[in-house]
């Protein structure tokens, strides 16, 4: 183990309270996405007598990127965490509970409390290290359009080399990193249907056009895309999560409107999807003589995980596994999106995931992400900071990634 790596794991490990505490200080006043004021002011401030460059309002909300400048030439990493939280009413019981609207309900305040600690620890130790440390504290990924892709857009990976990230996982047991070569998370997109007819009086259906039944034949419709166009080894679903008729029960309806979302496990398969519900609304249009406006938004990108980024992570972590991290290991891809996907399209990433799952399940079953109950093993915080700083540690001193 090189001295670097040494004295991270033994600074780590006298800062594991204070990581823990600011966790939760988090936690106590979790922000919805777009509105994480507090939020930011908390991460600015902590870096405010640290030796590093800080800029805000970076991209279109509470962005924050610092650059950590050794002063030495090298490679420019950069880490990523997001701070948001969502509009959930928190119903954990647990002494920290959120005090606002919002819950962090996803783990964003375990994200945000490992990088910060990681990167005053970074900071401290400039002399055993060359190049730079690019950390990127992102808003708002729980909501489209997310923080990420603005952020990119306002140059926060300018003169990057490579992203990594982390993100803690309910469905996985604390103390193992997972990890997965290739398309790893699932792209995202919605439209947005308003379907009109012509209202009538459910006595004489003849005289009008009734939006309803050629709503309903839409989402009986939709569904026969993922069985019957994609082939049978591809990933994707269409959900359609709100259909919207209100009206009498003696009148015929003349508009509907109809949300959905798409899920794809590659770009073409996404893509087939958005070709085939477009061609669905033109045979609405054309079979029931109704008129349709569709909006399709693009959503978040499916995250590609760089194979060889990934193998040079994990091969760093499987080389200095350290007593907090029990495993490494492969596993098969996530469901949710994820928007570190817009990093990974500029420059090559990986994004990998820490179980946070208790191993005392009768005190703290598992609840899903986005659930009231959701619980995250603090244990988990410094798995991934001693996680990070293994992977950063070797990318310097093997001067990046070597094709």
Known sequence: ?????????????????????????????????????????????????????VERNVGNGYGIVVTIDSGKEGKTVALRADFDALPIKEDTG?????????????????????????????????????????????????????????????GCLDGVDNVFGMHVMSNMPVGGIYYKEGNAQTGRDNFFLTIKGEGGHASSPHTSNDAIVAGAYFVTQVQSIVSRRLNPFDVGSITIGNFDAAGAANAINGQVKISGDVRSMSPEVGETIEKEIKAKVKGLEA????????????????????????????????????????????????????????????VPSAFLWVGCASDDQDAHPTYPHHHPKFFMDEGALIVAAKGMATIVSSYIENDGIKA
Request: proline share 4%; glycine share 4%; hydrophobic share 35%.
């Open 94 to 154: 647990l002494d920290f509970a959120s005090k606002t609207d919002a819950m962090h309900a996803c783990g964003h305040d375990g994200h945000t409390a490992y990088l910060l600690i990681l990167a005053e620890t970074f900071i401290e130790l400039k002399d055993l290290w060359q190049g730079k440390i690019v950390i990127l504290h992102q808003n708002a990924e729980e909501e489209g359009p997310g923080g990420a892709k603005s952020m990119v857009e306002a």
């Open 287 to 346: 079979s029931f003589g109704v008129t349709v406006e569709l909006e399709y938004l693009k959503g978040y990108p499916v995250l590609y995980n760089d194979p060889e980024v990934t193998e040079f992570a994990v091969k760093a972590l499987e080389d200095n596994k350290y007593p907090e991290l029990k495993k490494v290991e492969a596993t098969q891809p996530q469901p949710p999106s994820e928007d570190f996907a817009f990093y990974a399209k500029e």
């Open 1 to 53: 183990m090189s001295q670097l790596l040494d004295t991270l794991y033994e600074k780590l490990e006298e800062k594991n309270d204070r990581m823990i505490e600011i966790r939760r200080e988090l936690h106590e006043h979790a922000e919805k996405s777009f509105e994480e004021e507090w939020t930011s002011d908390y991460i600015a401030d902590f870096y405010k007598d640290l030796d590093c460059q």
